[in-house]
Nanobody, 118 residues
Framework: QERVVESGGGKVQPGGSLKLSCAAS????????MSWYRQAEGKQREMIAS????????FYADSVKGRFTIERDNDKNETYLQMTELKLEDSAVYYC???????????WGEGTLVTVSP
């Protein structure tokens, strides 16, 4: 079955860290641009980080730049989001997205909840 599954969410205090993982199955992520999105309650889903299929291009939203790091391990078929200095406003459901670099369909995970709370 072709899918991506996020893990690693949870509750953390402000200033804390979490590492999210995105595990792909049924397809090889080396042919895909991988991104992390998040959607806070009552807000639109937004892209916060992406990494191209050959890791040559990395993008961060201004809101997370300097605090979050996106990485990928094509051998493991996994993508990660290391989050540090977490703020209350980082609370959201975080989604992994795989977008084909050449052709094919894209994939969304079901999300993992991150709650930043004192």
């Amino acid at each position: 079955q072709e899918r991506v599954v996020e893990s690693g969410g949870g509750k953390v205090q402000p200033g804390g860290s979490l590492k999210l993982s995105c595990a792909a199955s049924g397809f090889l992520t080396r042919g895909y641009h991988m991104s992390w999105y998040r959607q806070a309650e009552g807000k639109q889903r937004e892209m916060i980080a992406s990494i191209s299929h050959i890791s040559g291009n990395i993008f961060y939203a201004d809101s997370v730049k300097g605090r979050f790091t996106i990485e990928r391990d094509n051998d493991k078929n996994e993508t990660y989001l290391q989050m540090t200095e977490l703020k209350l406003e980082d609370s959201a459901v975080y989604y992994c997205h795989a977008s084909p670099a050449f052709q094919g369909r894209d994939y969304w995970g079901e999300g993992t909840l991150v709650t930043v709370s004192p």
